[in-house]
């Protein structure tokens, strides 16, 4: 598509409850990137792909956090077990990459994730 | 020190002012520079990229000083459609993670 797809849209779980979110790039793009948006506008970086392939996941943190990008399927970023603090919006954004002179990245329009 | 530094604002400005934001950044080897507005925790938006020479689109003029590490944003004109949060972000190469400051709000008023 011409735009970056999110869903879901709202997500609620409870304590300790898994969370699954998708994000379909736009087509064409190489690059998959997820941000976590929490209070005061505070975007912390979580992990990128390159096609399938994991291009850093220095933001991610260690536990309960998983992503993947697989062929023909949307990527997905799994949350085991939600804390409070995983209480966010989760944007994905996608980017062209190699041959794009600029590395622009363009935003879908997020998963708030609200842990009860 | 955040590694992308905004004065949070608000700046409130009557419709038709001319307004300046300033941003700094400390990483170095930061290769690339955008300027994205957000509405109401909406998904961020690509306002424009900020090119060394700078550039200008329409009523937004940006700005890139490297030897300073300071970025700019001039709004010409305001509109009321204009008001929204001003994200400085930065990234260190093709393909990079972002690096967001924490937003300028702008509120534009009658």
């Known amino acids: 598509g011409e735009e970056v797809a999110q869903t879901p849209k709202h997500l609620v779980r409870g304590e300790g409850q898994k969370a699954k979110l998708y994000c379909a790039p736009i087509?064409?793009?190489?690059?998959v990137f997820w941000y976590q948006q929490v209070l005061k506008n505070e975007f912390k970086f979580l992990i990128s792909?390159?096609?399938?392939?994991?291009?850093?996941e220095t933001g991610m943190p260690k536990e309960r956090f998983s992503a993947k990008c697989l062929p023909n399927s949307p990527c997905s970023l799994e949350i085991q077990a939600t804390k409070l603090e995983d209480s966010a919006v989760y944007f994905c954004?996608?980017?062209?990459?190699?041959?794009?002179?600029?590395?622009?990245?363009?935003f879908g329009p997020g998963t708030r994730l609200t842990v009860l | 020190r955040k590694e992308v530094e905004q004065d949070p604002g608000p700046f409130n400005v009557p419709e038709g002012a001319t307004v300046a934001f300033n941003c700094t950044y400390s990483?170095?080897?930061?290769?690339?520079f955008f300027w994205y507005r957000q509405d109401c925790r909406k998904e961020p938006k690509l306002l424009m990229s900020v090119y060394s020479s700078g550039n200008e689109d329409g009523r937004f003029t940006a700005q890139l000083n490297r030897a300073s590490q300071y970025i700019s944003l001039l709004i010409r004109d305001s509109k009321l459609s204009d008001s929204a949060t001003y994200l400085c972000?930065?990234?260190?190469?093709?393909?990079?993670?972002?690096?967001f400051g924490t937003g300028t709000r702008l509120q534009v008023t009658l």
């Open positions: 087509k064409g793009h190489s690059y």
């Open positions: 792909f390159q096609n399938e392939n994991v291009f850093d």
């Open positions: 990483n170095s080897a930061s290769q690339s």
């Open positions: 972000v930065v990234g260190t190469g093709t393909a990079s993670k972002l690096t």
């Open positions: 954004a996608s980017s062209q990459g190699a041959g794009s002179s600029y590395n622009e990245q363009f």
